[in-house]
């Protein structure tokens, strides 16, 4: 069985064991042991135990040797210019900010297209402490695709899995978006993830590109996205 075979069968079997421990069919010492157990059995490696699977993509942390597959994509003007930050030079540039997501980004996940786990296509994250944050209990979504992939959904598909894994994992209670005026993908992206619109700030600084921009909010509370997926 291959890797990614491997780990859809192991996320089946965890979503199984998550559920008996919600509605307190296991104990926490059963659910941990078995666990253990599972991963044991399934020689699941460390960095495979936070990846997020959805019907075509999966998502998991940045590694140093991505730097390649990121630059590919990310230092084309149309990718960068748009969300705010400048196309990157050279692989090296890519591989500085891959360590800079390994390091103080936590929720930073490659997007990687099922049956190619191993060149990511484009970047996503639920940022915190951002300006937009109002508590402990709020972050913020931020992402990125490679040109050659857009118009296909697979932005909001990657922000559906994230936003529920905030949510229903990470616990927060509200998580917000933004985009700058003019950038109507990551608009319709949002739109159908399920965020609102909700203020335009105008004269925002964009600190990498030396220059103000309009900006728009969009929120998407917990309580909107349980009735949207009820």
């Not at 307190?24 to 666990?35: F, G, P, R, V």
């Not at 495979?48 to 730097?67: N, Q, V, Y």
């Not at 996503?124 to 402490?129: D, P, Q, Y």
């Not at 508590?135 to 559906?160: Q, T, V």
Request: net charge negative.
């Amino acid at each position: 069985m291959d890797k990614e075979k491997t780990l859809e069968l192991f996320y089946k079997q965890k979503e199984l064991l998550d559920t008996f421990l919600l509605r307190d069919a296991i104990s926490k010492e059963q659910y941990e042991t078995s666990l253990t157990g599972l991963i044991t059995k399934m020689n699941i490696a460390k960095e495979d135990l936070d990846i997020i699977i959805t019907s075509r993509l999966i998502l998991r942390k940045w590694r140093i040797e991505d730097a390649p597959s990121m630059f590919k994509y990310a230092c084309e003007p149309e990718v960068g210019l748009p969300c705010g930050w400048k196309p990157h030079e050279n692989v090296q540039e890519s591989e500085r900010i891959i360590k800079a997501f390994i390091d103080h980004h936590p929720y930073c996940y490659a997007i990687c297209l099922r049956g190619d786990i191993e060149h990511p296509i484009g970047s996503i994250e639920l940022n915190l402490h951002t300006s937009l944050c109002r508590s402990e209990d709020e972050c913020e979504l931020g992402y990125w695709i490679g040109k050659p992939y857009w118009g296909n959904g697979f932005l909001p598909e990657a922000g559906k899995a994230l936003v529920k894994y905030g949510f229903e994992v990470l616990k927060y209670n509200a998580i917000w978006c933004g985009y700058y005026e003019g950038n109507n993908k990551s608009k319709r992206a949002q739109e159908k993830i399920g965020f609102v619109y909700q203020r335009t700030e105008e004269n925002t600084d964009v600190p990498q590109l030396n220059e103000k921009r309009t900006a728009n909010v969009s929120l998407l509370t917990k309580e909107r996205w349980v009735s949207l997926n009820s």
